[in-house]
């Protein structure tokens, strides 16, 4: 029901409403007050395709006006949807969710799938990167600002070994060299055989899901990751996962039911707003990005005597003739 209303979403701790049941708790000593907190959230939408034909177009409106409501009372530097169903014929525009930048990697010649992560506009991305062998999807990104690269990844079930390692390796090389970097990993992994509470892989499975949940341990041991979720986030599994190098990065977890998805929703609460950078800080932008020039010390008069330059009508009958 689209109209449900918006308990489904957790509320921050410390408001009125009651805390969530569902949670999980990181080994974080400090309990930073609610200004000073934001939180992440994740969710298998299970469709977000706005076409008119589309049985889910209601969820974008209805995730642009809950994103809208919670933003008033805490800060949401990201949020990752996974199974988006989308395709390339759908524009950005019609995903548009206000202060929100879009990045996206869809499943292009099957049926489902695909990733996708809202940003805010506050945190500027870089270096954005896909991965799409129509079985599995992920992106992955850079946030200079804060230090902080985001992965997000959709693995379906029986997903062949083959393409879920290269998927892996393709986020692990991407974190290669970037150690300092906090790193924030979540998705939808479908890796039912893992009992996070004891991080054992449990019997009774298929081969291929216990080595890709082998393949996963190993992604975690090479780049120090912890996983922080250990509530069910599909009926009795825990399949939606979120992992980081930062010991500090995560206070808390709350799942939620929403009317999106038979998925939780997920909430990973943060002891530091990446919306508001520490200013004492500079960002460390690389040196051929535009981010990095320092237009204060641009030689004006060089650019307008370059622009002066240039014959504009002949490259504008040149255009002409090209067309």
Same mark, same amino acid.
């Given at each position: 029901?689209?109209?449900?209303?918006?308990?489904?979403?957790?509320?921050?701790?410390?408001?009125?409403?009651?805390?969530?049941?569902? @949670?999980?708790?990181?080994?974080?000593?400090?309990?930073?007050?609610?200004?000073?907190?934001?939180?992440?959230?994740?969710?298998?939408?299970?469709?977000?395709?706005?076409?008119?034909?589309?049985?889910?177009?209601?969820?974008?409106?209805?995730?642009?006006?809950?994103?809208?409501?919670?933003?008033?009372?805490?800060?949401?530097?990201?949020?990752?949807?996974?199974?988006?169903?989308?395709?390339?014929?759908? /524009?950005?525009?019609?995903?548009?969710?206000?202060?929100?930048?879009?990045?996206?990697?869809?499943?292009?010649?099957? $049926?489902?799938?695909?990733?996708?992560?809202?940003? @805010?506009?506050?945190?500027?991305?870089?270096?954005?990167?896909?991965?799409?062998?129509?079985?599995?999807?992920?992106?992955?990104?850079?946030?200079?600002?804060?230090?902080?690269?985001?992965? $997000?990844?959709?693995?379906?079930?029986?997903?062949?070994?083959?393409?879920?390692?290269?998927?892996?390796?393709?986020?692990?090389?991407?974190?290669?060299?970037?150690?300092?970097?906090?790193?924030?990993?979540?998705?939808?992994?479908?890796?039912?055989?893992?009992?996070?509470?004891?991080?054992?892989?449990?019997?009774?499975?298929?081969?291929?899901?216990?080595?890709?949940?082998?393949?996963? +341990?190993?992604?975690?041991?090479?780049? =120090?990751?912890?996983?922080?979720?250990?509530?069910?986030?599909?009926?009795?599994?825990?399949?939606?996962?979120?992992?980081?190098?930062?010991?500090?990065?995560?206070? /808390?977890?709350?799942?939620?039911?929403?009317?999106?998805?038979?998925?939780?929703?997920?909430?990973?609460? =943060?002891?530091?707003?990446?919306?508001?950078?520490?200013?004492? $800080?500079?960002?460390?932008?690389?040196?051929?990005?535009?981010?990095?020039?320092? +237009?204060?010390?641009?030689?004006?008069?060089?650019?307008?005597?370059? =622009?002066?330059? $240039?014959?504009?009508?002949?490259?504008?009958?040149?255009?002409?003739?090209?067309?």
């Amino acid at each position: 029901d689209p109209t449900a209303s918006s308990s489904s979403w957790p509320d921050p701790p410390g408001s009125d409403a009651s805390a969530p049941n569902n @949670h999980a708790t990181s080994e974080s000593s400090s309990s930073p007050t609610v200004d000073s907190i934001s939180s992440a959230l994740l969710l298998n939408v299970q469709s977000i395709n706005p076409s008119a034909r589309s049985s889910a177009r209601w969820k974008i409106e209805y995730l642009r006006n809950k994103m809208e409501h919670k933003s008033k009372h805490i800060s949401l530097p990201f949020v990752a949807l996974t199974e988006t169903w989308l395709k390339p014929y759908v /524009h950005d525009s019609q995903l548009d969710i206000e202060h929100y930048n879009i990045s996206r990697c869809d499943r292009d010649t099957r $049926v489902g799938g695909g990733v996708l992560l809202y940003t @805010h506009e506050s945190i500027p991305i870089t270096g954005l990167e896909k991965f799409d062998d129509q079985t599995c999807q992920a992106l992955v990104c850079k946030c200079e600002t804060v230090q902080m690269i985001i992965a $997000v990844i959709y693995r379906p079930p029986d997903t062949p070994l083959a393409s879920f390692k290269a998927c892996l390796q393709f986020i692990s090389d991407y974190i290669s060299g970037h150690e300092s970097y906090e790193t924030c990993l979540l998705g939808d992994f479908n890796l039912p055989l893992i009992d996070w509470n004891s991080r054992a892989i449990l019997p009774g499975g298929s081969s291929n899901s216990s080595q890709s949940a082998a393949l996963l +341990f190993d992604l975690m041991a090479d780049n =120090l990751l912890s996983q922080y979720v250990l509530e069910p986030t599909r009926l009795n599994n825990c399949l939606d996962l979120f992992l980081s190098n930062a010991p500090n990065l995560v206070t /808390h977890v709350s799942t939620s039911c929403t009317p999106l998805s038979d998925h939780m929703l997920l909430e990973v609460f =943060l002891p530091h707003d990446p919306c508001r950078p520490d200013p004492s $800080v500079p960002p460390d932008f690389s040196v051929s990005s535009f981010r990095s020039l320092d +237009f204060l010390k641009a030689d004006y008069e060089k650019l307008r005597n370059f =622009l002066d330059s $240039v014959d504009w009508n002949e490259l504008w009958e040149l255009s002409r003739t090209l067309r």
